[in-house]
């Protein structure tokens, strides 16, 4: 599972970029959703940028929440995209709103803060289900024991002659040369898959910086990262590499750009967030509801292989924060359950 933003066999680029457009009356309004993301957003605000998200905006609050509608749920990702303090009247105001359209409520990826906010203002059930994985870049992840196994990756990428630049101007060429880097990546995933929005690498680029690897004078990885304002920091958000990039060439991705950022001077990196390896907290649940949910939590772990890319990410030594799901229910039924699977794109084959 990468419970970071991915990408499936279709739409095509082209595609994506034309229904990403279409979502929105108008450019103003897409640059505003943008600019709301970079300045309030969570790693999993991110996904409001979908084309199968919906916005609600209160015109009294500066802010938005993105959703889909799916088998009668409205399905959030993340906290509410405005300040702290405005978020439990958005988020009251969206409660109202989803009353009047008979829409039940699951908030996916959201803080402890939020969550106990939410729990205080009538929502039913907490369950702690990942974490957020993040990073001082003033610390250097391949200092000490601790840094073994990075080491050993990024010593054998650049051994191979993998180097590491950033992308800092307008290239349709080396721009095409990234793009195939992810079509050669998607084309090499198999088996069941979980994903919550489409790629698309250059669009909406404000607050977007991109890292590419390159082996000899192909391009053989890509990195991509998200300004979030609200951190201080960045997400590191699309990281892919060639099927047949040296070994190493991911780490060294991420290696050079978080060193990038130590020299700026930036404190925060976000490597979004993973499933944990058990579900923690349950609140408002039966105790026949929660045996049930950690029991489907566990099978799921196995067939989606949930704990493969957090492993990945554990090489960097991250600082962890728990994150929940929240329900406007004391029940979880078939309609949040079908709700959350068709709001992250389950597919078994």
């Known amino acids: 599972m990468n419970i970071e933003v991915d990408i499936t066999e279709d739409p095509t680029p082209e595609e994506k970029s034309e229904n990403?457009?279409?979502?929105?009356?108008?450019?103003?309004?897409?640059?505003?959703?943008?600019?709301?993301?970079?300045?309030?957003?969570?790693?999993?605000?991110?996904?409001l940028l979908d084309s199968a998200f919906k916005t609600f905006k209160d015109p009294s609050?500066?802010?938005?929440?993105?959703?889909?509608?799916?088998?009668?749920?409205?399905?959030?990702?993340?906290?509410?995209?405005?300040?702290?303090?405005?978020?439990?009247?958005?988020?009251l105001a969206f409660a109202e709103f989803c009353k009047k359209e008979g829409l039940k409520i699951v908030y996916a990826i959201v803080s402890k803060e939020f969550a106990n906010t939410a729990l205080q203002n009538n929502y039913k059930a907490l369950i702690e289900f990942g974490e957020v994985l993040s990073i001082n870049p003033q610390r250097d992840p391949q200092k000490g024991s601790k840094g073994r196994e990075?080491?050993?990756?990024?010593?054998?990428?650049?051994?191979?002659?993998?180097?590491?630049?950033?992308?800092?101007?307008?290239?349709?060429?080396?721009?095409?040369?990234?793009?195939?880097?992810?079509?050669?990546?998607?084309?090499?995933?198999?088996?069941?898959?979980?994903?919550?929005?489409?790629?698309?690498?250059?669009?909406?680029?404000?607050?977007?910086?991109?890292?590419?690897?390159?082996?000899?004078?192909r391009v053989v990885g890509v990195l991509l990262l998200n300004r979030l304002e609200a951190c201080q920091g960045w997400l590191l958000h699309l990281l892919l590499a060639n099927p047949d990039a040296p070994l190493g060439t991911t780490e060294l991705l991420v290696a050079k750009a978080l060193e990038q950022l130590c020299q700026e001077g930036c404190t925060y990196a976000t490597f979004g967030v993973m499933p944990?390896?058990?579900?923690?907290?349950?609140?408002?649940?039966?105790?026949?509801?929660?045996?049930?949910?950690?029991?489907?939590?566990?099978?799921?772990?196995?067939?989606?292989?949930?704990?493969?890319?957090?492993?990945?990410?554990?090489?960097?030594?991250?600082?962890?924060?728990?994150?929940y799901f929240v329900?406007?229910?004391?029940?979880?039924?078939?309609?949040?359950?079908?709700?959350?699977m068709r709001s992250m794109n389950v597919s078994v084959y």
């Open 20 to 47: 990403l457009s279409d979502s929105f009356e108008n450019v103003d309004e897409r640059a505003l959703l943008v600019s709301d993301i970079q300045r309030f957003g969570s790693p999993a605000s991110i996904t």
């Open 61 to 91: 609050i500066d802010g938005v929440i993105g959703y889909r509608i799916e088998f009668g749920c409205a399905v959030v990702f993340g906290d509410p995209v405005c300040s702290k303090e405005d978020a439990p009247a958005l988020a």
């Open 150 to 217: 990075l080491r050993k990756k990024v010593y054998h990428s650049t051994r191979e002659g993998v180097t590491v630049e950033e992308y800092l101007w307008q290239d349709e060429k080396l721009e095409r040369s990234l793009e195939e880097v992810a079509v050669s990546w998607l084309k090499a995933r198999q088996g069941p898959q979980i994903y919550m929005a489409h790629l698309n690498l250059f669009s909406d680029r404000l607050g977007k910086r991109w890292f590419y690897a390159k082996k000899g004078n």
């Open 276 to 323: 944990g390896s058990t579900l923690g907290e349950i609140v408002g649940l039966g105790s026949f509801t929660t045996w049930v949910t950690r029991r489907v939590f566990n099978i799921s772990k196995r067939i989606f292989n949930l704990d493969k890319r957090k492993r990945y990410w554990k090489k960097f030594s991250p600082d962890c924060e728990p994150s």
């Open 327 to 340: 329900f406007s229910e004391s029940t979880i039924g078939v309609r949040e359950i079908l709700g959350i």
